[in-house]
């Protein structure tokens, strides 16, 4: 069964930084590619960055691109998302899932950015 366990999130000031973690289990993860996906209270689920099983190649939306970076360690079974600058539209429950669409998406991680 795939799992994925998201932690890092809580509350900061516009500009701040943060950084998530995703901790993998019940499949081979060094195949697979992962996304981050957010969803904000009343909006629907939003395709954030994904990175391909090697990290080879990761992609952003244009809303995070220049501030978020996605990278992940194959032998710790874990993605992560460094967001710098955050801003108040960054506020969202964050996950990690094996596609784009959010499938597999764990319990997630809340961000808060607010003055």
């Known amino acids: 069964e795939v799992k994925f366990m998201e932690s890092g999130g809580g509350s900061v000031q516009p500009g701040g930084s943060l950084r998530l973690s995703c901790v993998a289990s019940?499949?081979?993860?060094?195949?697979?590619?992962i996304a981050w996906v957010r969803q904000a209270p009343g909006k629907e689920l939003e395709w954030v960055s994904s990175?391909?099983?090697?990290?080879?190649?990761?992609n952003y939306a244009d809303s995070v691109k220049g501030r978020f970076t996605i990278s992940r360690d194959n032998a710790k079974k874990t993605v992560y998302l460094q967001m710098n600058s955050l801003k108040s539209e960054d506020t969202a429950l964050y996950y990690c899932?094996?596609?784009?669409?959010?499938?597999?998406r764990g319990q997630g991680t809340q961000v808060t950015v607010s003055s």
């Open positions: 990175i391909s099983h090697d990290s080879g190649r990761t």
């Open positions: 899932a094996t596609s784009s669409d959010g499938q597999n």
């Open positions: 019940g499949f081979t993860f060094r195949d697979y590619s």
